[in-house]
Nanobody
Framework: QVQLVESGGGLVQPGGSLRLSCAASGRDLIIFTMGWYRQAPGKPREFVST???????TYADVVKGRFTITRDVAKNVVYLQMNSPKPEDTAVYFC??????????WGHGTQVTVSS
């Protein structure tokens, strides 16, 4: 079983910056992929970014060039650096992890609000 705890959400102005963190804990922790998804009010959950154990990254087109995902494999922590956020980035951001046994896990989410 893997537990994911997000932190770092809050209110940020358009054009500002914000960094989200997610720490994984649990037994038999060998996480292959970690990443972030988000869900805005009235919309389905959508992919934001992932990073593999080897450091390969993927991004949704709408955040490419503005958000950067990084990962500390030894500490089982993933970060999402959000630069130049836009009001449309407002959502609950969920941490995601896939363990070596292919099971997928989700955090409870952290609210990000982009507003002046």
């Amino acid at each position: 079983q893997v537990q994911l705890v997000e932190s770092g959400g809050g209110l940020v102005q358009p054009g500002g910056s914000l960094r989200l963190s997610c720490a994984a804990s649990g037994r038999d922790l060998i996480i292959f992929t970690m990443g972030w998804y988000r869900q805005a009010p009235g919309k389905p959950r959508e992919f934001v970014s992932t990073v593999s154990r080897g450091g390969s990254t993927t991004y949704a087109d709408v955040v490419k060039g503005r958000f950067t995902i990084t990962r500390d494999v030894a500490k089982n922590v993933v970060y999402l650096q959000m630069n130049s956020p836009k009001p449309e980035d407002t959502a609950v951001y969920f941490c995601y992890a896939q363990n070596y046994d292919t099971n997928e896990y989700w955090g409870h989410g952290t609210q990000v609000t982009v507003s002046s």
